[in-house]
C-alpha cells in the first residue's frame, strides 16, 4: 500500500472549497499471509475467507494538518486562518516655499542734471571729379553717296502702242559702299565697339523711274516693283516707317508689291553699327562696308514712237548723312585719371540749458542712438569703374569721439571710403555713432537771468583731396560723349544730415550731497504650492537657509567719495525667525551704519555694494490665518524701510550720478525646502485593494458543495502608522467574488469610528489594533468594531477570492476619542503603514459537503497466486469493513488492478452490496461529538475471462457525503480525533480441494 500522504503546498488565502480529498496509507496484517510455510492438504469449502490487508486509522488531523492547508489551525475544533500583511505607502507632498527676492528700489534725488540734446543742422557743399588732362573727341563721322545704274535690255517695237511688260531681273550689280575714315583717338580709348546714330531718317534709296521712262520713250510709265531688297552688313541695325511697300527687317530694308510711275526716295534711319574697332597707336583704321541689294521687276507703259531693239537704265541710290552733334560711340576705355579737390563744412553747434550747479564739464558722452551721417550724392561714374585700393578721405570733427566703425582711423578721426563703394550709385550714405565730445577747452557762460549755463563748439568735416583712377569695365562699353563730361567737370555733392545728439552722461564737477529716505515700502511675499496643508503653524527646513541681503549703490562714480549708511533701519516681517548672530534685533529689525564698499574691491568701480548673511532657524505662522487658500500659500507682509545714505563731498561725477543714484537693496533667499511642518495636513492616502486568493480549496471541498460554516468569525487589522497623523478609514468592504461575480459584501456598522493613531515618527510606528465582527467578542488589547455581516456568510457558496477594499483614507483632525490633534510631519519621507489582516472562520460540515478518501491495496497476487494457479476460480466475494467518526455518511467505490497495480483490470466485474453505503459515526447533535460506527461492504467478484490470475491490487475510492435533503450533521464540527479505517477480507463462495503442498 501506498506510504506517502499527498500535502498540499498551494498557500491557501482561506482554505474553504466545495471538495476535500483525503488521501490515507494502506498496509497488509502479516499474519494472513499465505507464504507461510504450512504443508498439508485441504479441502477449501464454501464460504472460505481470509483477510487480504487494511488500512492504517487515520485521524483527521493526520490527513488535513497545519502543514498541508495554509491558514488551518487546529484546536478543538478545526478553523481557518488567512493572515498577511499589505503595504501602503504614503508619499507626503513635498513642499519648497518659493525663494523670497524681494527688492527695495529707491533714488536719491537732487536737481536735474541735464545737458539738453545738441542739434546738428544740415549743410552741403559741391565736390568736383575732373580729369586732370583734357580727353580728346574721335569723330567717327561714316560717309555714302552712291549711284548705281541697271540696264533693262528691250526689243522693237515698230509701231506706237503700249510697250508689252518687259521683266527687270539684273545680275552682277555693283554693291552701294559706306565708308569710315581713319581718325585719330584718345589714349582713354583702347576700341570703339559701336556707333549710335541720330534717330530721325538719316539715310535714304532713291529709285530714278524718270531716266528708264525716257530711254524707253513712254509718255506713261509704270515700274511693277515685285522686290527689292537691299541687305546692309549684320554690323548694322536699322529702322524706319512702314509705308509705299517698305519693310525694315534688322540688317535688311526690303520694297515690295508696289508700282512707280515717277521715282520714289525710301527714307529710313541706321540707328547703329556695331564692330571692334581698335586704337592703333591713336587712331582707328579706314572701313568700308559693301551694302548689297537685289531686284525683280516689271516695266510697261504707253508709248509716244516706235521703239528699235536696245537696252534702257534704271537709276538706283543710296546717300546717308547722319548729324555728328547727336552722335555718340559707345567704346571700351582703359585708365582715366580724376583729381578730387579738398570740400570742407562747417557747421556751429550750441549747447544749452547746462545746470548752474554744475562748475565745469570735461566731456559728454552721448546715447547710442546719437549719430551724425552724411551722404555723398549724385554720385555718377559714368560707367567707369574705381580702382581698387584707393579711397575718398573724410575728415571728421577733432574734438568728438565716434564708436570703431570700419575704414575710420579714431587717431586722427579720417575716414576712408573705398571708392569701389560708390561705384554705381546714386547715393552713398555714411552713419557713425558719436560717443562722446571734449569741452575742456570750451568755458561756461551763465544766462544772467535764469542761471543756467551753454557754451558751443564748430562741427568741421568734409572731404581731403585726393587723386582717383577710374577705368572701363572688361567686356563693357562707355558713352564717349559721357566720358568726355570729366574735362569739365563731373559733380557731386557731400552733405551733412541733420541730426540730434542726446547727452547720456558728462563729467562734470560737484560736492557732497545726503538723501533721506522715508518709509519705503515694499510688499514681502511668501509663496508655495501646498495643496495638502489646511493649518499651517511651524515650517523647519533640510538645511539651514541663509538669507543674502545685500545694497547695490549704482551710477556713481569711484571718484563721488565714500558712501555709508546712516540709521538705516529694515523692518522684517515677524514671521520670520532669524538667528541672533545675525544682529536682527527681537523686533526683526535690522539697523545699518556702515560703509558702503567699492564693488569687489575695485576703487574704480562706479557700484558700490553692502552684503549680509542672514540665517533663518524657521518659519512660525502663529498669529497669521487664512494665508492658506486652495492648496497655495500666500501670506504678504510689509517691509519699511527709513534713514540717510550719505555721498561724501569732493571729486568728479556725472551727470547720471547726480541726475539719479539708485539704491537697491535685496533680501534674496533661497527656496526654502521644507522638511517637518506642524499644523493640520489634509493628507492623501491612496485606496487599499487587497485580494485573498481562495482558489486552493477546491484541493479540499468538491467545487460547487455548500458549507454550512459556524459563526464566530472576525478580522484583526493590526496597523503600525509611522506618520504623525490620524488616519481614518471611511470606508471597509470585505466582498466574496466567484467567478467575477459579487455574492456578498460585509461592512462596517453604522456609526463605527475607525481611526489609525498617529505615529510618533519612528521607522517601526505607532501600533493600532482593530476588532472587526458583527458582535463585541474581542480580544484584550483590541478596539472593537462592528460590521454589517458574519464572514459565514461571505463564504457560503465556496467564493474563488475575498477583496479587502479600504476607500476613504484621510487624514483625521481628531484621535480615536475626538480630542483635536496637531499634525506633524516629515514631507521628506515617505512613510510605510504596515496593516496586517487576520481572517478567522470556524470550520463545520455542510449538509452537501464530500470527503473523498483514495487508497491502493497492493501486491495481493502474491497472497493468490497459489490458488489462482493451481485452481480455476471464476468468482470470489470480498468483504470491506470500514471503521469510521466522521459525522457524515460514505460510500464506497473499489476498482480491480492488474500486476504492478498500474492499470484496470476491465475483464473483472464487481458487483458492490448495499450501493456501497458506509454509516456515518455517532454523532450527538448536542454536545456535537462523534464516536466509531463499523460498516461490513460485499463485493462479488466475477471473471469474464481468466483475469482473476492477474489480480494484484485492490483501489478503494471513499467519497463522504450527508444525504440530498437530510440535515442531521449538517453543521457538525470537523475535528482533528475524528477518524477513518478499512479492513479488506476475501471469502470463496464455492469450497475447493487443494494440495497446499502443490501451491
Known sequence: MDKGIRKLKKTLQLCLTASLVIIGNSCIDNKYNLDQDISLTVEVGSGLGFPLGSTEEKLLKDLISEEDVDGLIEGDEYSIQKSDVFNSTIEPQHVSIDGINQTVDFNIEFSDLVIDPITVEANHKEASLKSDNPIENVDLSPNAASDQSISVTHGSVPQVSDLPAIDIHPTGTNPFVLNINSVSCPEEITSVQKILFAKGNNAQIKI??????????????????IDFTVTFPAAFKLSGTTANGMQISGNKLIISGTTLTDDRIYTFNIDSYTKNIPNNNGSTPQISENITYSLTAKVSGKMTQALDAGSARLGLSFSFAPDKKDMDILAEIGTVNIDMPETMIENKVDITNIPKEIEKIKTVTFESTSTISFSINNIDLKGLQPKNGENLLLQLPQNLTFEPTSGLNTSNNILSIPTTSIANSNQYTKTLTVKSADFTSYPLVSDPVTGKKHTSFTIQMGLKPSKLTLSGEAGKTVSVNDLLSYNNGQTISVIINPTTLTVKDAEVESGEFVSEVKDEKVTFSVS??????????????????????????????????????????????????????TGVNANNQLILNDVIGYKDGNTSSKERVYTKDLLINSLDFDGYSDFI?????????????????????????????????????????PDMVVKEVTGVVDQSVDPQHEKVDLSDLTEYLKEGSVLDLQPGSYVTLDV??????????????????????????????????????????????????FWLSETDNHAEGYQWIGITNDLVKLLKEVPDSLVIDIKDISASETDAQGNPVIHKVDIQRNYNVDIKYNVVVPLALGKDLNIVYTDTIKDIHKDLEDITDNVNIKELDLYVDIETSLPMELKLEVNPLGIGSEHKLDGL??????????????????????????????????????????????????NGYLPKGESTYAGAPLRPTQSIKAKVRVKLPKGVEVDIDKL
Open 208 to 225: 530714278d523711274v524718270k531716266r528708264l521712262k525716257n530711254d524707253l520713250k513712254l509718255s506713261e510709265i509704270n515700274l511693277q516693283v
Open 528 to 581: 508655495a504650492e501646498a495643496k495638502e496643508i489646511k493649518k499651517l503653524n511651524t515650517v523647519t527646513f533640510t538645511q539651514p537657509v541663509t538669507a543674502k541681503l545685500s545694497v547695490n549703490i549704482k551710477n556713481i562714480t569711484a571718484e563721488a567719495g565714500q558712501l555709508h549708511f546712516s540709521s538705516y533701519t529694515i523692518n522684517f516681517p515677524k514671521f520670520i525667525k532669524f538667528d541672533p548672530s
Open 629 to 669: 487658500n486652495n492648496g497655495q500659500i500666500s501670506l504678504n507682509e510689509e517691509v519699511t524701510m527709513n534713514g540717510n545714505v550719505v555721498v561724501s563731498k569732493g571729486g568728479t561725477i556725472g551727470l547720471d550720478d547726480l541726475k539719479n543714484i539708485s539704491v537697491t537693496a535685496t533680501m534674496n533667499v
Open 720 to 769: 503600525k502608522n509611522p506618520i504623525g497623523i490620524p488616519i481614518k478609514l471611511g470606508q471597509l468592504v470585505v466582498s466574496s467574488k466567484k467567478n467575477n461575480q459579487i455574492l456578498e459584501t460585509l461592512n462596517l456598522a453604522p456609526g463605527s469610528n475607525l481611526i489609525i493613531g498617529a505615529g510618533d515618527g519612528s521607522e517601526e510606528g505607532t501600533e493600532s489594533k
Open 909 to 958: 466485474v464487481l458487483e458492490i452490496g448495499d450501493e456501497g453505503k458506509i454509516q456515518a459515526g455517532n454523532y450527538d447533535p448536542e454536545t456535537k461529538q462523534t464516536t466509531k460506527r463499523v460498516t461490513s461492504i460485499p463485493i462479488h467478484v466475477y471473471d469474464k475471462g481468466d483475469y482473476l490470475k492477474e489480480l494484484d491490487g485492490l483501489e478503494l475510492i471513499i
